[in-house]
Every structure is written in structure tokens, then in C-alpha cells.
């Protein structure tokens, strides 16, 4: 196994209609309102776009964004990573009962060259913030989707 190769894959369940949770999910420069560790988000064109993340770990991530797939029909986005993080990502909303199941899914390898050199005594520790980001993200989105 490669220290530097994550794969990660997260469910929230959502008390919204999945188009609704889709439509907020498309519109990633409006993320750091709503998840506290999605620091900001810059478009760069119509398919792309930078971000920057930072979570319990005193470290930033940065990353280049380019749209692979934006499906509202089938309430997919998908997108490629560049810079710290190179792989991809990928929302799938699906309807869950009354609300909604948002699937996250994400392939990477990091880039950056200090978490490269932790890699493999830091992996828990990456594992383990990535987690607290994801839950975060989660109740942010929650409390976002009763707002509007």
C-alpha cells in the first residue's frame, strides 16, 4: 500500500429533497458559508476553480478543481484535483425516504511535499482530521439545508 494514496468515502443523511441538497452541493464557492473547513474557494474559469482546506492539523491544503461530470439529472458531480491532492472527487444525491443520502467519494494522492515525508507516521492522523472535516461538513450542510 502506498502511504501517499488515500481513498475515502462518507454518507450524510440529510432531512432535505435531494434536488435541493444537490443544488446547494453544485455551488462549491458558496461551501466555506456553510463548512467551516473549507476555507475558500476561488473560480478560475466556468469548470474550474482553486480551493484551500484546513482542518484540525495546523496545515493548509490547496487544491485546483476542474469539473468532470456535472449530471443534475442524475444529481452527480464530479470533479479532478490538481496541486496538494491530485485524484478526484465525487457527490451522488439519491433520495433516502423523506430526505436525502448525499454520497462523498474521493481517490488521491498526496502531493504536498511535507505530508509526503509524514506520510506514513502521519496517515492516522490524516485519516482522522479528514474524518472531522467530513463531520463537520455534514452538520454544516444540515443546518445550512434548514436555513433556506
Known amino acids: 500500500m502506498d502511504p501517499c494514496r488515500y481513498r475515502f468515502r462518507s454518507v450524510w443523511r ?8 444537490y443544488r446547494v452541493l453544485e455551488r462549491a464557492e458558496e461551501y466555506p458559508r456553510w463548512w467551516p473547513q473549507v476555507r475558500s474557494v476561488a473560480p478560475r474559469g466556468a469548470t474550474t476553480g482553486t480551493a484551500r482546506f484546513r482542518s484540525l492539523l495546523p496545515y493548509d491544503i490547496e487544491v485546483t478543481a476542474r469539473a468532470l461530470r456535472h449530471d443534475p439529472a442524475a444529481r452527480v458531480l464530479e470533479i479532478g484535483l490538481g496541486g496538494d491532492l491530485e485524484g478526484w472527487a465525487r457527490w451522488t444525491v439519491l433520495a433516502d425516504g423523506t430526505g436525502s443520502r448525499a454520497l462523498y467519494e474521493q481517490e488521491v494522492e498526496v502531493r504536498a511535499r511535507l505530508l509526503r515525508l509524514l506520510s506514513l507516521p502521519g496517515r492516522p492522523l490524516f485519516r482522522a482530521n479528514h474524518a472531522l472535516m467530513m463531520r463537520a461538513g455534514r452538520r454544516g450542510l444540515a443546518a445550512h439545508l434548514r436555513r433556506v
Open 14 to 21: 440529510l432531512a432535505a429533497p435531494p434536488d435541493e441538497v
